[in-house]
Structures are given as structure tokens and as C-alpha cells.
């Protein structure tokens, strides 16, 4: 599968951004897609998941409340809607899948096969 988000841009803090990752290939409602970011000098870190099966959904504590991660399998893309955005969210983000993950890998960059390349996220205060 291949994927390929778009989205990003330059907002201020407060602001609402909705990020898409689109697919290509693949029976996508089979793949588990997660959103991953990467801010300046730091590790990639996981945003936000969305399981292939059952469609859990899971978030990391710093964007709990605030982002949603939501999938239109009939459009195979998978959004990313991020509100009360803050300059700490400032980072190249990325879209993951992969068709055999388990469920407690699901926050583990490593465990997944495809990437897309990261769209860019500027929040300024």
C-alpha cells in the first residue's frame, strides 16, 4: 500500500487543522493507520491510531481530547483532525500502516511497514 498525507500548513496556537492520509493499493480496511510526528532534534513520536479491524482508536496524552482520528475505508484515507492546536505541536507529520499489527504495537513506530512521506505543521504562539 502507499500512502501519502497532505494537510499541513502554518497556524496559530488555537487554531484547527484537519491532516488526510490517502492510500493507494491494498485492501485498506484490513491495515491498522497511525499518525506519527517528528519536531526538530526529537524522535518520531506517535500521535494517534486507528486499528484495521474493530477501529479502536488510541492517542497519545499529549493530543488526547484535542485530536481525532477518524477512516473512510470506501475513500481509503484516514484524517487526522487536530484542534487547540499549540507550538508544541509543530512537527513533519507522518502517516503509517500496516497490515498485521497486534494491538498493544500499535504505538511502536518500528512495528509498521508502510510510510508515507510527512506533510509539515507550523504553530506559532
Known amino acids: 500500500v502507499q500512502l501519502q498525507a497532505s494537510g499541513g500548513g502554518l497556524l496559530q496556537a488555537g487554531d484547527s487543522l484537519r491532516l488526510s492520509c490517502s492510500a493507494s493499493g491494498g485492501t485498506f480496511s484490513r491495515y491498522t493507520v497511525a499518525w506519527f510526528r517528528q519536531a526538530p532534534g526529537k524522535e518520531r513520536e506517535f500521535v494517534a491510531a486507528?486499528?484495521?479491524?474493530?477501529?479502536?482508536?488510541y492517542y497519545a496524552d499529549s493530543v488526547k481530547g484535542r485530536f481525532t482520528i477518524s477512516r473512510d475505508n470506501a475513500k481509503k484515507t484516514v484524517d487526522l483532525q487536530m484542534n487547540s492546536l499549540r507550538p508544541e505541536d509543530t512537527a513533519v507529520y507522518y502517516c503509517?500502516?500496516?497490515?498485521?499489527?497486534?494491538?498493544?504495537?500499535?504505538?511502536?513506530?518500528?512495528?509498521?511497514?508502510?510510510w508515507g512521506r510527512g506533510t509539515q505543521v507550523t504553530v506559532s504562539s
Open positions: 486507528i486499528f484495521r479491524s474493530a477501529g479502536n482508536k
Open positions: 503509517a500502516a500496516d497490515g498485521s499489527l497486534i494491538l498493544s504495537s500499535i504505538r511502536n513506530e518500528n512495528q509498521y511497514d508502510y
